[in-house]
């Protein structure tokens, strides 16, 4: 008899351990599989972590230890899901995050290899068949299945489903002519790049490359302005890597960057790479996965959920933008690419290379103290100039422009200019939709998301009631559900909006968005960036997803139409978020021998986040906010953890979270700062109240043992459950 412990599927810190179970089975059970149980007699996945060999009957087992156990019903796989790197990354990602395993390896896993009940229903290897001849003697067969066989000999080998005469085949096979031969279907289709030779590199670039290579450190930060030429740095670092025979993570922030980052490296690279991202369907990850599985390329480009791909000797790890929030999960197991690619380099002795026009201050404040090392590329390509900007104050009545309220005489005056030159502008407005509030004007009404209890954004080309954080979605409605009043106002504005403003201002424009809402088909993004780059439409509408990483040759403006919107965030980074925007979105303009033109419209025309960003200058941002950081105690001078609490009763929530509290501030005393409870700005989810507590502290090791303290002593209580989120960004 074989006993196993399983972790088991739901990802809760109350069942964060393992369970045991027995198999009577033929098999030989691993360490890293996964099985079928019986759990609270509900038929769930689990995933084994001990097996242990014993020669006791179940009734010795149960009486030596007090518990009885059950049987498992199947075993899925026959060999572990993941080698001993990810095994041992497994393990470090859950200790640092303090989070379940299960939602750490669920996280790691395709959907048809997570343990998960939902794999049983997820797709599995897909096989082409292809027939191939034996045998050519040609005696004793009809002139149909000599036909065939001549045609099959000829081909070398046909695809079976391309033969229209399946019982011909059948006879063929029966007379050993031929052989029926699997092959694993990649269900991806990549196109075929032909090879670009690399361009010559700048002084600037060759610098970098050198004294990257001539260093030992583990991670590097490259600091390079808009247009610098960072990416060739990247494909020839990957080059000399992949050289020696090692291979190359490449992640960048969106999708959106994606389709991009892969033509550049499959130019460079062509069948050597593979591709990781959520936008693709479970069969193609599943495929993907396989095939650097395999060892079938040693080059993966993906988003963050690419930094637990199955690479074996790993050389070089690149995050591009690496100042990008998306590279932190928001949800279980709330892990951060950024550290999660210092973990693996350390296990692989490799090099981790972080680069962005605007570093995270944290990165920045590492590479100061000799943390990272620092690299710098300070000037754009061939010494192209940086875009000239100008700051439109909205608030001075004389720069609106009477026949729209969105745009100021200066944007379109600019962009009048830019479509007569017949180049290109970009107009970035960081919210989508056409409205963001709906109201009654009789009783002041406001449509909120009945899931999450924020204003829901009225979208005019569906014309939907939209919640921008849950995906809940309504129709617009003709009356007030409160007073039954017709006088309904839509005020506020996003991208359909301002699509909308562009056509009626400039009827001969052809425009194009790009946002969530109009990416939802998986093939629009790359679609919309290609017309954009072909001149099939001349001003392209977005939110953040076209601010950075797009090289657009024809782009001569860039005009923010609202800049302030992060800055109203509650957010201690709104700031930074801010500057990074402003500063990424303007670097689109002016990137080839055109000079660019920048318009930044705001309400805060002085905040030190927009005239740093519209001068480019990260130095005195960087000290600026700094500074506030300082006073304030967040990052980098502090490190953070957010506690948050959910539960259906309110009361209860409430009561326990002070509890939380009063424990944190007994534990921290003076060496912590203890800020709530508060309501965040989503009070409500999924039928839960929440509550947020933030931890600031100094000392990450005591933190630590603090925190896994009340994990231990307050995850079991039933009337709530507890996140733990180590290093949160939206607070």
């Known amino acids: 008899m074989q006993v196993v412990e399983v972790l088991i599927e739901y990802a809760k810190s109350s069942l964060n351990r393992p369970f045991s179970y027995f198999y009577n089975g033929n098999k030989k059970l691993k360490k890293g599989i996964r099985v079928l149980l019986d759990f609270n007699h509900r038929d769930i996945i689990g995933y084994v972590v001990k097996v242990e060999e014993t020669n006791k009957s179940i009734d010795q087992y149960e009486e030596e230890k007090g518990f009885s156990i059950s049987e498992i019903k199947d075993v899925i796989d026959d060999e572990p899901l993941l080698n001993e790197e990810l095994l041992s990354l497994l393990d470090e990602v859950s200790s640092y995050y303090l989070v379940p395993k299960i939602s750490v390896l669920q996280s790691m896993l395709p959907p048809s290899l997570s343990p998960k009940k939902t794999s049983l229903k997820a797709p599995k290897i897909a096989y082409d068949q292809y027939l191939e001849v034996i045998n050519d003697d040609e005696s004793d067969l009809t002139n149909k299945q000599i036909e065939l066989l001549r045609l099959i000999k000829n081909d070398g080998r046909i695809l079976k489903r391309d033969v229209k ?186 090099k981790v290379l972080l680069a962005s026009a605007t570093p995270s201050l944290e990165s920045r404040a590492r590479g100061q103290k000799g943390v990272y090392h620092m690299l710098y590329l300070n000037k754009r390509i061939n010494n192209q100039k940086l875009p000239t900007t100008k700051i439109v104050n909205m608030l001075d009545y004389k720069n609106i422009d009477r026949d729209s309220y969105i745009f100021s005489h200066a944007l379109r005056d600019a962009l009048h200019i830019t479509l007569a030159r017949e180049e290109q502008a970009i107009l970035l407005i960081n919210r989508r939709g056409f409205s963001t509030h709906v109201t009654c004007r009789n009783c002041g009404h406001v449509f909120k998301c009945p899931t999450c209890g924020i204003a829901l954004t009225y979208h005019k080309r569906d014309n939907m009631l939209k919640c921008h954080h849950c995906d809940y979605v309504e129709p617009m409605q003709e009356i007030c559900p409160d007073c039954g009043s017709s006088y309904l106002m839509k005020t506020g504005f996003g991208t359909e909006k301002i699509e909308e403003e562009v056509k009626r201002l400039f009827p ?172 965040p700005y989503v009070p409500y989810d999924m039928g839960y109240h929440l509550r947020n507590i933030l931890v600031k502290y100094r000392d990450p090791n005591k933190a630590h043992q603090i925190l896994e303290k009340m994990q231990q002593l307050f995850a079991y209580n039933s009337q709530y459950e507890l996140l733990i989120n180590i290093d949160p960004y939206n607070f």
């Open 165 to 350: 005469s399946p019982s011909i085949i059948e006879k063929l096979l029966e007379k050993q002519r031929i052989k029926i031969v699997k092959e694993e279907k990649r269900r991806l289709k990549i196109p075929d790049y032909k090879y670009s030779a690399p361009p010559k590199l700048s002084d600037d670039q060759n610098k970098v490359i050198d004294e990257f290579n001539n260093s030992n450190d583990l991670v590097y930060l490259l600091e390079g302005v808009t247009g610098s030429g960072k990416t060739e740095v990247y494909l020839s670092l990957s080059e000399q890597v992949l050289k020696q025979g090692k291979s190359v993570l490449m992640l960048v922030p969106e999708i959106s960057l994606t389709p991009m980052m892969v033509e550049y490296f499959l130019h460079r690279f062509q069948n050597n790479v593979a591709i990781l991202h959520s936008e693709l369907t479970p069969a193609e990850k599943y495929d993907e996965y396989r095939k650097i599985n395999h060892g079938d390329c040693k080059v993966v480009v993906g988003v963050r959920s690419a930094i637990f791909a199955p690479l074996r000797n790993i050389g070089l790890i690149i995050l591009d933008e690496e100042h990008t929030e998306s590279y932190k999960q928001d949800n279980l197991p709330f892990y951060h690419a950024r550290e999660v690619a210092i973990m693996r380099a350390k296990y692989n002795n490799a």
């Open 508 to 679: 001969s424009a052809k425009t194009l968005r790009l946002d969530s809402d109009s990416a939802k088909n998986r093939n629009k993004i790359p679609e919309t960036i290609e017309a954009f780059r072909k001149k099939e439409a001349n001003v392209l509408i977005g939110t953040q997803m076209i601010a950075k990483g797009h090289d657009f040759p024809d782009v001569t403006l860039v005009g923010i139409v609202l800049a302030d919107i992060g800055l109203s965030m509650p957010s201690y980074r709104s700031n930074e978020r801010a500057f990074q925007l402003i500063t990424q979105a303007i670097g689109r303009s002016g990137r080839k021998d055109k000079p660019g033109t920048a318009i930044i419209q705001t309400y805060l025309p002085s905040h030190y986040a927009i005239t740093f960003a519209a001068r480019q200058d990260y130095e005195l941002f960087y000290r600026k906010e700094m500074e506030m950081r300082k006073l304030q105690f967040y990052p980098p001078y502090a490190y953070l953890a957010s506690v948050t609490l959910r539960a259906k009763n309110e009361e209860n929530l409430i009561e326990n979270t002070y509890q939380v509290v009063d424990f944190l501030n007994d534990e921290f005393g003076d060496e912590g700062q203890i800020l709530g409870p508060s309501t």
